[in-house]
T-cell receptor
Framework: DQQVKQNSPSLSVQEGRISILNCDYTNSMFDYFLWYKKYPAEGPTFLISISSIKDKNEDGRFTVFLNKSAKHLSLHIVPSQPGDSAVYFCAAHSGGYQKVTFGTGTKLQVIP | NAGVTQTPKFQVLKTGQSMTLQCAQDMNHNSMYWYRQDPGMGLRLIYY???????DKGEVPNGYNVSRLNKREFSLRLESAAPSQTSVYFCASRTFGLAGVYEQYFGPGTRLTVT
């Protein structure tokens, strides 16, 4: 049972345009959500997070939106740059609970 | 600060052989994790350790054992490797980020092939 789903395995975007990566979850106990970025042959690195008490969190070019009623979150990258080309993982956990559940990842390609 | 280090980077085993993957962190984190990454499956939790002296099973613990040697080190052992354990293994440690979110710091991974 996949509790965190990323239904788009890949996404291609032109440099300078907006990239939108989507993530859905089924477990209503999740109250913290994170995005990680992974380059080939490297470990994932933390990008941005949001707690369930917010619906938006922004950090530079990266913004995460949370729609609790739809159990959906999205990561917006504006403007997209070739260095953003990577696999992006959505993750979620409950407060105080040690386990973090990851999605299957979306491979973003930003075309120069 | 080296962050999270893993050894070895690559390993090829024959079915039935055993090996231990090593992980160490120098960030004074209490919690440490082992994940495996397979194509189309994302990152799946094998075992985790909430603090020194404790370990717990994750989603896919069968065929693995772990040891939390001290606060810095968390090792993963394959007692009798199987081809289904061919994967990339990541170790991670965790700190509290802003407002209670768990930011995990990952090592560079160990690419394991079992023939």
């Amino acid at each position: 049972d996949q509790q965190v789903k990323q239904n788009s395995p890949s996404l291609s975007v032109q440099e300078g345009r907006i990239s939108i990566l989507n993530c859905d979850y089924t477990n209503s106990m999740f109250d913290y959500f994170l995005w990680y970025k992974k380059y080939p042959a490297e470990g994932p690195t933390f990008l941005i997070s949001i707690s369930s008490i917010k619906d938006k969190n922004e950090d530079g070019r990266f913004t995460v939106f949370l729609n609790k009623s739809a159990k959906h979150l999205s990561l917006h990258i504006v403007p997209s740059q070739p260095g953003d080309s990577a696999v992006y993982f959505c993750a979620a956990h409950s407060g105080g609970y040690q386990k973090v559940t990851f999605g299957t990842g979306t491979k973003l390609q930003v075309i120069p | 600060n080296a962050g999270v280090t893993q050894t070895p980077k690559f390993q090829v085993l024959k079915t039935g052989q055993s090996m231990t993957l090593q992980c160490a962190q120098d960030m004074n984190h209490n919690s440490m994790y082992w994940y495996r990454q397979d194509p189309g499956m994302g990152l799946r939790l094998i075992y985790y350790s909430a603090s020194e002296g404790t370990t717990d099973k994750g989603e896919v613990p069968n065929g693995y054992n772990v040891s939390r040697l001290n606060k810095r080190e968390f090792s993963l052992r394959l007692e009798s490797a199987a081809p289904s354990q061919t994967s990339v293994y990541f170790c991670a440690s965790r700190t509290f980020g802003l407002a209670g979110v768990y930011e995990q710091y990952f090592g560079p991974g160990t690419r394991l092939t079992v023939t």
